[in-house]
Structure formats: structure tokens, C-alpha cells
């Protein structure tokens, strides 16, 4: 199985801060043939099911604030929060979806300082 | 707009099946695989398995191979997800998620999540 590590477990930004979360995998997740990197970003608030925020390593789902970023290639990624929010304190995870199982990261806390 | 929802919590004893249920509306059932994804309490996220709604293929994770079984309704538009020989360690949520398309992509949308106690 492929593994997700994230860092660092919490984080605590000021509101208007940037915030950077990173993801490695244990293996390569790209697609060398159409180049895509097999890599989803998700928030998770407290009672509620993990919200899709960015596919294909970087492109951004349908509603969700500009200020959501994801970056990386290969097995290294990064979701940056640019400018963070109140709204934006939720845990973050990363899934690989290369190959089954498909597998998370064990999620990012953000909070505010 | 697609929409999964799924059934009520469910309170166990130890050794007991639990059977959850996942109702998809908003798209063709057929058209995208659904997968089942446990959370225990302040714990990441652990894929259980998946079903092919079109055919009715089954895949587990080697964790739960043979003690979980995932079908689908095509009429009901609804997958199932029965999970037997319970431990406290199963309390969790149990989710159901949509594949986005084909055999390898992200998931979206995601059901609210059923909880399941197993307690003495």
C-alpha cells in the first residue's frame, strides 16, 4: 500500500496568515503518460463528511476560495490556505488515488493563533 | 444535485452485524463506483473497499476481507455495506463516497456518515 505522510500533525497561523501543509508519498502517484499527479486535497470540519478542495495535485474544485492552492509533482505536494480564514479551521487530509487502496494522509489540524 | 445519504447510528455488541445503507440520487447509480471509508473517533480516514454499481464487483481492503460485504440495489439506487463479528474497535463512522469517474479518480461527494457504537 501506498503511504501518506503529512506534516506537521497541527498548526496554529494567525487569521490573514498563510498556512502550508505538506504531503509526501511513499511512491510516485504520476502518471507519466498524461501527466497528472493522482493526488486530492480534502477539509474536514468537526461532525461533518471531508469536502473535496483540490484534484489532480492542483486544480481546485468547483466553489472553493482562490486562496486554496495544492502544489508538487511525483510524491512530494503541498496544499497552501494563503490567506487563512476563520471558516478555514478544519483538519486537512491528502488521498492518493494512484492505485487501490487508495490511501490518506493522517490529517493536518488547523487552527487559529 | 448528487446526493448520498445514508442511514441512522447503530448501537452493537460486540460479535453482532451491523448493515449500513447509502442512497444516491442525482446521477445515473450505474455510471460511478461507490467506496465505504471508516473514521474512528479522532482518527484519519481507512478505505474499507468498493463496488462496481454497474456490475456488482466487489473489492475489499486485506483488513477486512471476509468480514465485510458491500452490495448494491440498482432499483433502490443504493449500496449496502455489512460489516460482522464487531469489536469495540469498529466504533467509527462509516462513510460512503462517490467515485468522480472510472476505476481510479478522487471521491465527491461523500454521505454524512453513520456512526456505529459497539458497546457491551
Known amino acids: 500500500d501506498i503511504v501518506m505522510t503529512q506534516s506537521p500533525d497541527s498548526l496554529a497561523v494567525s487569521l490573514g496568515e498563510r498556512a502550508t501543509i505538506n504531503c509526501k508519498s511513499s511512491?510516485?502517484?504520476?502518471?507519466?503518460?498524461?501527466?497528472?499527479?493522482?493526488l486530492a486535497w480534502y477539509q474536514q470540519k468537526p461532525g461533518q463528511p471531508p469536502k473535496l478542495l483540490i484534484y489532480?495535485?492542483?486544480t481546485r474544485d468547483s466553489g472553493v476560495p482562490d486562496r486554496f492552492s495544492g502544489s508538487g509533482s511525483g510524491t512530494d505536494f503541498t496544499l497552501t490556505i494563503s490567506s487563512l480564514q476563520a471558516e478555514d479551521v478544519a483538519v486537512y487530509y491528502c488521498l492518493q488515488y494512484w492505485t487501490s487502496p487508495q490511501t490518506f494522509g493522517q490529517g493536518t489540524k488547523v487552527e487559529i493563533k | 444535485q448528487v446526493q448520498l445519504v445514508q442511514s441512522g447510528p447503530e448501537v452493537k455488541k460486540p460479535g453482532a452485524s451491523v448493515k449500513l445503507s447509502c442512497k444516491a440520487s442525482g446521477y445515473t447509480f450505474t455510471d460511478n463506483g461507490i467506496h465505504w471509508v471508516r473514521q474512528a473517533p479522532g482518527q484519519s480516514l481507512e478505505w474499507m473497499g468498493w463496488?462496481?454499481?454497474?456490475?456488482?464487483?466487489?473489492h475489499y481492503s486485506q483488513k477486512f476481507q471476509g468480514r465485510v460485504a458491500i452490495t448494491r440495489d440498482t432499483l433502490a439506487t443504493t449500496s449496502y455495506m455489512e460489516l460482522n463479528s464487531l469489536t469495540s474497535d469498529d466504533t467509527a463512522v462509516y462513510f460512503c463516497?462517490?467515485?468522480?469517474?472510472?476505476?481510479?479518480?478522487?471521491?465527491?461527494?461523500w454521505g454524512q456518515g453513520t456512526l456505529v457504537t459497539v458497546s457491551s
Open positions: 463496488i462496481n454499481t454497474g456490475n456488482g464487483n466487489a
Open positions: 489532480w495535485a492542483s
Open positions: 511512491q510516485s502517484v504520476l502518471y507519466t503518460s498524461n501527466n497528472n499527479n493522482y
Open positions: 463516497t462517490r467515485l468522480k469517474f472510472g476505476d481510479f479518480s478522487w471521491f465527491d461527494p
